[in-house]
């Protein structure tokens, strides 16, 4: 058997999960969060400036530059003229460990990959980040517990990736106090993704006031949701 290449072998040390698909990690993160979440169609018809996305689980930054790359190449007028993109992460990599990792994808991901090397910080030494993204963005990298953290948050999101790993290895990333916020944060009608379909996570989404949705999971998966935020509606 040959040795498979290093970025699809890379798997949590803290964790017992990858970060992301053995198979197409790429093509997963555009099927379960970009897809999931119905973007960028969902910006076709969006009234408001700003596009603001929170991410439970930063990792290596794939998912960010995924949605980047799908911002870039959308061109409609009446898009958004801004994105926030907000992710928080509790063991940040580092920037070399992310660079040999993402470079697997180097062709795919093209500037982007190397723009976002260029602004992720060399050295963690700071809690917070607020990286400019070009001159419509802005990647804010919070490095602490999502339990913590997501509660001083006072940004309005419009769009959830969650991707902690597994609930059943990583079950506090999956949270009463992360759906509670969600909720607190939540613009009307905000979508959420997640490859996971764990019914205490459904039901932590459903109670917090998400519709939640079971749909066919990426590749050999059979399920992951997709929801709603029905709490606020006006
Ligand atoms: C599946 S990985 C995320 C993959 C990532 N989105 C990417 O594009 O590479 C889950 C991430 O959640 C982080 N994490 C786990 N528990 C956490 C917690 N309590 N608070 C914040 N981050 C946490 C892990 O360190 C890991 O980076």
Redesign the pocket.
């Known amino acids: 058997m040959t040795d498979l290449p290093r970025a699809l072998e890379l798997k949590?040390e803290?964790?017992d999960?990858?970060?992301?698909s053995v198979h197409d990690g790429l093509a997963e993160?555009r099927y379960v969060f970009l897809q999931g979440n119905n973007l960028p169609e969902r910006l076709q018809d969006f009234k408001t400036e700003e596009f603001v996305i929170a991410?439970?689980?930063?990792?290596?930054?794939?998912?960010?530059l995924v949605f980047l790359q799908s911002w870039q190449g959308f061109k409609n007028k009446n898009k958004p003229k801004r994105f926030k993109y907000i992710s928080?992460?509790?063991?940040p990599?580092t920037k070399d460990y992310i660079r040999e990792n993402l470079s697997y994808w180097k062709e795919e991901l093209g500037d982007v990959l190397d723009d976002y090397l260029s602004i992720y910080p060399d050295i963690i030494n700071q809690e917070k980040y607020v990286l400019p993204i070009g001159d419509d963005g802005e990647l804010i990298l919070i490095f602490?517990?999502?339990?913590e953290e997501m509660p001083k948050l006072q940004d309005k999101v419009d769009c959830w990736?969650l991707?902690?790993?597994k609930p059943s290895c990583?079950p506090?990333?999956w949270s009463k106090t992360v759906f509670q916020n969600m909720a607190r944060l939540s613009n009307p009608n905000a979508t959420f993704a997640t490859f996971t379909a764990a019914g205490f996570v459904r039901r932590g989404l459903q109670d917090a006031g998400f519709d939640v949705q079971k749909v066919k999971g990426y590749g050999r998966k059979r399920e992951m949701c997709v929801g709603t935020y029905q709490g606020n509606k006006s």
Do not use: A, Q
């Open positions: 949590s803290h964790f999960d990858v970060y992301f993160s991410e439970t689980g930063f990792g290596t930054g794939l998912n960010f928080f992460e509790k063991f990599l602490g517990d999502v339990n990736f991707d902690g790993f990583n506090d990333m």
